[in-house]
Nanobody
């Protein structure tokens, strides 16, 4: 079992920044692929970014150049740094984890169906 706890959400004006954290309560979590998803009001859950045990990252086109996923092994924590936020980034953000093949495509890495372990979510609201 992998326990994930997100934090860091809040309300920010357009153009601002937030950093989300996902604390991972699981030994050997570096063998897992970690990802951030989001779900806006009335929208399907979409993959935002992923990072694997080797540090390879993938991003949705909508956040490339603005969001950065990273992890701190010493703190067992995965981060999502979000810069240049837009009102359309408003959503509940979820952290997810699972063991995925190193050969997984970007579509697989950013698909909610690929992950069995989820956090409770943290709300991000971007005002114009």
């Amino acid at each position: 079992q992998v326990k994930l706890v997100e934090s860091g959400g809040g309300e920010v004006q357009a153009g601002g920044s937030l950093r989300l954290s996902c604390a991972v309560a699981q030994s050997s979590y570096q063998s897992y692929c970690m990802a951030w998803f989001r779900q806006g009001p009335g929208k399907a859950r979409e993959g935002v970014a992923s990072i694997d045990g080797d540090g390879s990252t993938s991003y949705a086109d909508s956040v490339k150049g603005r969001f950065t996923i990273s992890w701190d092994n010493a703190k067992n924590t995965v981060y999502l740094q979000m810069n240049s936020l837009k009102p359309e980034d408003t959503a509940m953000y979820y952290c997810a984890a699972d063991r995925l093949s190193p050969a997984s495509t970007v579509n697989t890495l950013l698909s909610s169906r690929s992950y069995n372990y989820w956090g409770q979510g943290t709300q991000v609201t971007v005002s114009s």
